[in-house]
């Protein structure tokens, strides 16, 4: 748990982490692999050395920035061949769109702390995801009720990860509260922790599980 706990009457809105905190979905062991497998599947050849290729920067970012995935891969294939990125990105999009394609389990307590906690304030998800679409697709395969939250912010989407502030005020405001007033409940307190770095309050599944989470708000920020 971290952030400051004792501030009663702080939080405004509440965000939610989604993969590993409302929901596990597998991701793939290798993603490498995994891409150049549906690359292969939709026709484009995919060059000996592609796990090198795929491990090397090929774009630029700046600073606690996200990039669509699909355009690193882009990046990589081009690096390697004659094509150049603007022939081959709609495969890409498309292969590792199928790759990060998986199994959603929602997590026990998930369903009903979201539920609990919509009816007292805000609520929303802030993801770190560079795959476009696959955060909402997986928020509609779940049990949870895309209705509950009132804004859905993706770092593909935004341009920003946790735990760069930027990420954290963008959920803040969709869900019409400065990044001050905002608890972001999360697993990894890397990233979703940091929302105290930046004035907000974090809770950690692994310090309050979800199961308990509307009564420990409830106790602390009433």
Do not use: I
């Not at 294939?77 to 998986?102: G, H, I, M, N």
């Amino acid at each position: 748990m971290t952030g400051d706990e004792g501030a009663a009457g702080r939080v405004a809105a509440v965000s939610f982490d989604l993969f590993g905190t409302l929901v596990n979905a597998d991701r793939p062991a290798d993603p490498a692999t995994a891409v150049a497998r549906e690359l292969r599947e939709r026709g484009v050849t995919v060059p000996d050395d592609w796990a090198a290729a795929y491990a090397e920067p090929h774009l630029d970012y700046d600073d606690g920035g996200e990039r669509p995935l699909h355009h690193h891969v882009a990046a990589a294939l081009a690096s390697r061949t004659s094509l150049a990125e603007r022939e081959v990105v709609d495969d890409a999009a498309v292969a590792v769109r199928a790759a990060f394609d998986a199994p959603v389990e929602t997590r026990d307590g998930a369903v009903e702390a979201v539920a609990t906690l919509a009816e007292r304030y805000p609520v929303g998800v802030c993801s770190n995801c560079s795959v476009p679409g696959l955060v909402q697709r997986t928020l509609d395969r779940s049990a949870l009720d895309p209705g509950a939250f009132e804004t859905v912010t993706a770092s593909v989407d935004c341009g920003w990860r946790k735990p760069d502030r930027r990420a954290f005020a963008t959920v803040a405001d969709g869900l019409g509260v400065p990044v001050d007033s905002l608890l972001h409940v999360g697993d990894d307190p890397a990233t979703d922790g940091a929302v105290a770095d930046h004035g907000g309050v974090a809770l950690l599944v692994d310090d309050v599980p979800l199961r308990d989470l509307p009564a420990t708000v409830e106790a602390r920020w009433g």
